[in-house]
């Protein structure tokens, strides 16, 4: 298995003041710092699409500029493709695209195309390369009609297409996309997650998503990790996190011929939290229960409701939203900075 990223004890602080005040205290030895990103340990597979999920300030974006080497770490490492990013800052460099929602960052009055040839020529190929790179992206991300107006004219979803455009200029091996869809509508972030999706990481590309969205983690993640004041506090596949986090399963009983007066006798049985009946129509009838160990309540829920008489005839398992999920690991810790 080819790692991506491997980071071990990643730590980033920041001065808590800034300007003349922070350098004269830090020459004093008296600076305050703030820990963006606080121990992190993380490994992402080549060829995944792995996400960072996490509050405003949690420490994501620190997170991808140190991977990018934006910025160096205060302590701990990081290695791209087994580079690393300290010591080997040019050659990840080479390897790693950003996509940031800062708008900022683009030439306002400069075309969509022009833009495009201003962040191109850094990567010092030929005209000609260039051009046709240039033009391909333009016609992946959808913007070919429109290449030739001003960035400042430019809708919001416009704007991010040409960033992800940006980003796959240099034809990198990682892509590091943060909050691709902020400020987006609903129809226009869609779209952006299908292209991520369909065009970065099924063209073989490796990509670390940044949101605070649940449904969007749910949607494009293979695997996650839950950040939370700097730190990752849980990393896996939505199952795998669920078995870590889950404290109760909801399951769904049709049962026929059933006993009302042995509903009563479920409370006895272990694993089994609460129940209650649901419908009863035409001999069915639909039960709800609440387990806190489903491997040894199930078992013995059905062999109780047979013994009495009934028929189950089906049994349906409601797994845990993410949501449920993302609350019991960051355990009201709130965010970061």
């Known amino acids: 298995m080819t790692l991506a990223i491997s980071t071990s004890g990643l730590i980033k602080r920041f001065p808590r003041e800034k300007g003349y005040k922070a350098l004269f205290r830090g020459l004093l030895g008296h600076q305050e710092q703030v820990t963006a990103v606080a121990g992190v340990d993380l490994e992402v597979r080549e060829g995944e699409l792995f996400g ?3 509050p405003n300030g949690a420490g994501k974006t620190t997170l991808m500029k140190l991977l990018c080497t934006l910025i160096l770490p205060t302590s701990g490492k990081a290695s791209v493709f087994g580079h690393d990013v300290v010591r080997e800052e040019q050659t990840v460099k080479e390897m790693v695209g950003l996509v940031s929602a800062e708008e900022r960052s683009f030439f306002w009055r400069l075309t969509g195309r022009e833009n495009l040839e201003f962040f191109g020529a850094l990567y010092h190929l030929p005209k000609a390369k260039l051009r046709d790179n240039i033009d391909e992206l333009l016609d992946m991300v959808g913007l070919m009609d429109q290449a030739d107006m001003r960035f400042q004219h430019y809708s919001t979803g416009m704007r991010q297409k040409l960033a992800i455009a940006r980003g796959l200029l240099g034809q990198p091996r990682l892509l590091l996309v943060d909050e691709p869809t902020r400020s987006l509508d609903p129809l226009s972030a869609r779209a952006v997650r299908r292209f991520l999706r369909e065009k970065v990481v099924n063209a073989g ?3 670390v998503l940044a949101t605070h969205h649940l449904g969007e983690a749910e ?6 990790a839950i950040m939370s004041k ?4 849980a990393c896996g596949t939505i199952p795998e996190l669920r078995g870590v986090f889950r404290k109760q399963e909801t399951a769904l009983l049709t049962v026929e011929k059933l006993n009302n007066g042995a509903l009563s006798g479920l409370d006895a049985i272990p694993g089994v939290a609460r129940w209650r009946l649901l419908a009863q129509e035409d001999g ?4 709800e229960l609440e387990l806190s160990d489903r491997h040894l309540a ?23 939203p993410l949501e449920d999920i993302f609350m019991a690991a960051v355990g ?3 965010a970061g900075r």
Not at 219 to 224: S, V
Not at 284 to 287: I, T
């Open 230 to 233: 700097g730190r990752a506090l």
């Open 298 to 320: 199930l078992p013995e829920i059905m062999r109780y409701l047979v013994q009495t008489g009934a028929d189950v005839t089906s049994c349906t398992l409601q797994e845990p």
């Open 284 to 287: 069915m009838s639909q039960l």
């Open 219 to 224: 949607e494009l993640c293979d695997r996650l």
């Open 205 to 207: 590309r490796t990509m």
């Open 52 to 54: 960072l999920l996490g």
């Open 332 to 334: 009201g810790e709130g």
